[in-house]
């Protein structure tokens, strides 16, 4: 089965930065995405980040465009979502879940939304305080 982990979170100031990872394992071909999303206290969960394996494809929301990067590794067991200049409002447990590209999908594969995504892994608490 598809296996997700995040880690990495943290207590941050204002300003700083945080590096996400997320353990991948379980994906048998190269036909799948991964998506990086935050829930804070009272709201809904919305996207931040996705990533295509195939070619690398990303997404980046409006409120973290331009200050984070989303990546896998070497050898494709992790992905990774680099945040800088973290502020309050991303206080959040950050989630990574994985989505199998549907087989009458055309075109690069990367969801933005949650409900596309099919196996989620354990959330990371991000803590932005000073």
């Known amino acids: 089965e598809v296996q997700l982990q995040a880690s990495g979170g943290g207590l941050v100031q204002p300003g700083g930065s945080l590096r996400l990872s997320c353990a991948v394992s379980?994906?048998?071909?190269?036909?799948?995405?991964i998506g990086w999303f935050r829930q804070a206290p009272g709201k809904e969960r919305e996207g931040v980040s996705s990533?295509?394996?195939?070619?690398?494809?990303?997404y980046y929301a409006d409120f973290v465009k331009g200050r984070a990067t989303i990546s896998f590794g070497n050898a494709k067991d992790t992905v990774y979502l680099q945040v800088n200049s973290l502020q309050l409002e991303d206080t959040a447990v950050y989630y990574c879940a994985g989505s199998r590209r549907p087989t009458s999908y055309i075109g690069p594969y990367y969801p933005t939304s949650a409900w596309m995504y099919e196996s989620w892994g354990q959330g990371t608490q991000v803590t932005v305080s000073s």
């Open positions: 990533i295509s394996s195939t070619d690398g494809s990303k």
């Open positions: 379980g994906f048998t071909t190269d036909d799948y995405a």
